[in-house]
């Protein structure tokens, strides 16, 4: 396992760059969060360890970020001030290329459509909107969609169908939109408590998952949503984050605030938990795995740490199978 430490910082969202498998971002914020100011950290998996590239500060705390799926040294944040910030690691400049100020309390998702022929990012923010955003069009939203009855935490492109993303809210709901009518096509009445997170299956366009305040992860097919596929429980408290694997259709992680990350298989009725991983003191928020690197995970955790690994479950064969 590789960590990095970046002290006086908590790790709020950490993704792998789709261009460089060895090159990750890391949002954090000063004082969990709730006040001071942010840093959003360009990192380096070498041989041994884990290297900074470069740093870029922001005057309020950064909440997530994603990589641009056209362009391998452009990165975007969501922060505690409303905005989303353009950033370029190419750039000699320590300021963002670009800020988009139109949501009007925090954005706590910020999602790059992986659609080639769009280039289009979406926010989802506790005011309750989300906004898609063309960025080579300047810097006003192509659209705010509006629904959810409780803030939004999580907004996220599906990786199948082009102009359409789901978004998790607290108010209970998954919701499905298309972006071209403007409008939600589906909303799931999904968890009864906050819903943090959710994901699309790569394999599936019908399958989402959810990771609620109930400790709960619950996995839907949108063909048929009175019941989920499948309910996971292990998690102690609420899940911050949910991923699925993209190279085994019905394996996913999880990681929660009750400081561990947990890998499951839910095609495995009887014990669809593979493994608990307690290598954090803290809240877990941040977590993805890498597109080019089978099986490898990393995580970034309130305990001013990120964390790169291969979980024992995933590894190639199996401890079981040795």
Known sequence: MKTFKFPARHGYAVEISPFIPTRLACATSQYYGIAGCGTLLVLEQTETGISLVKSFDWNDGLFDVTWS????????????????????????????????????????SVDWSQTREENLVVSGSWDRTAKVWDLSRGGQSLCTLQGHEGVIYSTLWSPHIPGCFASASGDGTLRVWDVKTGRCRLAIPAHKAEILSCDWCKYDQNVIITGAVDCSLCVWDLRNVRQPLSRLLGHSYAIRRVKFSPFNQTVLASCSYDFTVRLWDYSRTEQPLLETLEHHSEFVCGLDFNLQIPNQVVDCSWDETVKIYTPLCLADPPPSAR
Not at 73 to 99: E, F, K, Y
């Open 69 to 108: 799926e056209s362009n391998e040294h452009i990165l975007l944040t969501g922060g505690g001030d409303g905005s989303l910030q353009v950033w370029d690691t190419a750039n000699p400049q320590p300021g963002p290329l670009q800020v988009l100020k139109e949501h009007t309390q925090e954005v706590y």
